[in-house]
């Protein structure tokens, strides 16, 4: 159900782009860059949760190169 939560908010983060894009009033545009910012602390704080729960596979990062090998 977490992960039909954390989609269904992507879809609002796009919503919430599209209209600050398309919007030309300043004080609308920071009302859903507010919702937009509330939106993604909850989809960071999701994932979180399910990758150490193992229901959601750890996206891949860059290694650290080390600097003796160069």
Known sequence: MLYHKIDM???KIRAFGNAV???GRRDISAMYTKALLRNAAFLQDATKLMIEKGWFEKP???????SSSA
């Not at 891949?60 to 080390?66: C, F, G, Q, R, V």
């Open 9 to 11: 908010f992507t879809i």
């Open 21 to 23: 894009a398309v919007n």
């Open 60 to 66: 891949p990062s860059l290694e650290e190169k080390d």
